[in-house]
């Protein structure tokens, strides 16, 4: 049998299986009786449903700032620690240049010393 | 729908609107097969289906201002119906497991041809992902083109197709599988 043929059949036979059931005579009834029941429908659950939506964006607002606010503060930490850095870095560095001259002041110094010394 | 029925249907619908029970009882009776046989196939239990049926209808009753038509009116109550079990079956996923319906073979009021082979498509179907077995009932059960089905379901309609298709070459295979275990 072609494909085409067999799904024919099978559709068929699938609207012969799935054709629509009654609940039964006494749906209707209960149905209406439900709706006596329940309380007529007012604006104060769409203004609750609106309150709530506002809620929910406010509080989703408050997350991202949070998040943003977090990232900011990182970054600024980060930009500290490498200005400190830097700083130090700067200040081993004039320490090193200074402790050099000194160094090479003592040197020249001890340098014009020696032939007095050696002479006597 | 026949265009009687529509007509029928439109007059119903502005004396419910008119706030008149008994149009809206009429109205009720008239699309409660589709409604309850969407939901019992969907959710595979006939209490959940009675309740979200009644549910369905509890809540065209609260938005009834907001149908334009008979026509209107068929086309919300499935798509409630189906939107509604897809998402009870989401919440509550044992509800997939329950038990075969055969409700829906008691209250037929047509003998099936073939009652064996009609319970077997039935349970395959009921098998399908939930997506997929709303397509499938949609386009057999309530005779809606992948067009109308894409609509109801806010589903793109190449994905209609796609499980259309899918689901048909599933059942064709699984039946086959039934036939050759049984020769």
């Known amino acids: ?120 | 729908m026949s265009g009687d029925q529509e007509c029928t249907g439109g007059d119903l619908l502005t004396q419910a609107l008119a706030g008149e029970p008994a149009a809206f009882t009429a109205l009720v009776r008239q699309h409660q097969r589709a409604v309850y046989s969407l939901a019992l196939r969907m959710l595979s239990d006939h209490h959940a289906a009675e309740d979200l049926a009644q549910e369905v209808f509890l809540q065209l009753h609260r938005n009834l201002c907001a149908v334009s038509s008979a026509a209107h009116l068929a086309f919300w109550l499935r798509k409630v119906t189906m939107h509604r079990a897809i998402d009870r079956l989401r919440r509550a996923p044992r509800l997939e497991s329950a038990a075969p319906e055969e409700v829906a073979a008691a209250v037929s009021e047509t003998q099936p041809a073939d009652p064996l082979l009609e319970r077997r498509l039935r349970t395959l179907v009921r098998e399908l992902p939930p997506a997929a077995r709303a397509v499938v009932l949609l386009r057999y059960q309530e005779d809606l083109d992948p067009v109308e089905i894409a609509r109801t379901l806010r589903m793109p309609l190449n994905t209609v197709k796609s499980h259309l298709r899918r689901s048909l070459a599933q059942l064709r295979e699984r039946l086959n599988e039934t036939a050759d275990a049984l020769t």
């Open chain 1, 1 to 120: 049998m072609s494909e085409n043929r067999e799904n024919e059949q099978l559709e068929r036979r699938l609207r012969a299986a799935l054709r629509a059931v009654d609940p039964g005579a006494g749906f209707a009834p209960r149905v209406m009786a439900r709706i006596v029941v329940e309380p007529a429908p007012s604006v104060r659950p769409a203004r609750a449903g609106a309150a709530a939506g506002w809620l929910t964006l406010g509080l989703a607002a408050s997350v991202v700032l949070a998040v943003l606010l977090a990232h900011e503060w990182q970054v600024r930490r980060l930009e500290q620690g490498r200005e400190a850095r830097r700083q130090l870095i700067e200040a081993l560095r004039v320490t090193d240049d200074k402790l050099n001259l000194a160094y090479r002041a003592v040197n020249a110094r001890e340098g014009a010393a020696l032939p007095e010394h050696s002479g006597a």
